[in-house]
């Protein structure tokens, strides 16, 4: 670094010191405006062995090996078999199709409680290589709903909704966005809780009534973490009930730039600033 910056003080001088000066602004400007490209975990073209609890995935071609972890947790005894293909849950399936069209991929995941207070937590774990974490996380989750008629057999909850920071202590609130029109949104910041307020159709139209869209804004994310269990009015011994994780999107903070080219633009960028501006200065002088 040295020895490029005694090269890069013998070169700029040769620059008039407007010049010197308006690329060091653009330069620097480029340095702390850069951004790297979205990932999306996209369950279409992804792998889950049915009844798993734990899949990690390498979906972001800039970073060697896996990028994100899905664990699901909790008490996972009560976790059963879907009730269209009977397949152990977790699993990616399009049971619950959420309104797309076309249809697309989800994991699913189903549980038949012994008791309202038991609960499955899913926890998003995102690669340590992300030294600064990652940012602009969002899914959406479909089948959000309660049982036909009002009846209280099952009502679908999904509370303790956050992410944890880099430093591995600080929460970071959701934004809950696209609530469907089947779904109950109550609570601020870190208690926002989502409840199933009438029975919602599996596919097809109106099946984007038991829907909503989680996102975290902010940088320097770790993981996300959320529980699906029963609302406090369920039966005491719900029956079945499931819901759908799509598609995860999310983006790397990058250190300081995404490439190479960048970063020297970066130096550049403030030696032409800092020179442009003595530059000035001596002529004022």
């Not at 951004?35 to 975990?41: F, G, I, P, S």
Request: negative net charge.
């Amino acid at each position: 670094m040295g020895q490029f910056l005694r090269i890069l003080s013998a070169a700029v001088p040769a620059l008039p010191s407007v010049t010197a000066w308006r690329i060091g602004a653009i330069l620097v400007f480029v340095c702390l405006s850069a951004t790297a490209e979205a990932v999306t975990l996209d369950w279409d073209g992804s792998t889950w062995a049915p009844g798993t609890l734990n899949n990690s995935y390498d979906i972001d071609g800039t970073v060697a090996g896996n990028d994100l972890t899905v664990n699901v947790g909790g008490t996972t005894g009560e976790l059963v078999n879907d009730n269209v293909n009977n397949q152990p849950t977790p699993n990616i399936n399009t049971n619950l199709e959420g309104g797309l069209n076309p249809v697309q991929k989800s994991l699913n995941i189903a549980i038949d409680l012994g008791k309202k207070d038991r609960f499955v937590t899913v926890t998003i774990t995102f690669s340590a290589q992300y030294t600064m974490g990652v940012e602009n996380v969002s899914f959406t989750l479909f089948g959000i709903d309660q049982a036909g008629g009002g009846s209280n057999l099952f009502i679908d909850e999904i509370r303790s909704i956050s992410a944890l920071s880099i430093d591995g202590v600080t929460g970071i609130a959701p934004t809950i966005t696209n609530v469907g029109s089947s779904v109950s949104l109550t609570g601020t910041g870190l208690n926002q809780i989502l409840t199933g307020a009438a029975n919602v159709p599996s596919t097809g139209a109106g099946s984007e009534a038991g829907n909503a869209t989680i996102s975290f804004n902010a940088s320097g994310i770790r993981s996300i973490t959320f529980t699906f269990g029963a609302g406090g009015n369920s039966a005491v011994n719900p029956i079945y009930q499931d819901i759908s994780l799509h598609d995860v999107t999310f983006s790397p903070v990058p250190e300081m730039n995404p490439g190479a080219a960048a970063a020297v633009a970066c130096v550049v960028g403030i030696a032409g600033s800092r020179l442009g501006l003595l530059r000035r200065r001596r002529r004022q002088n």
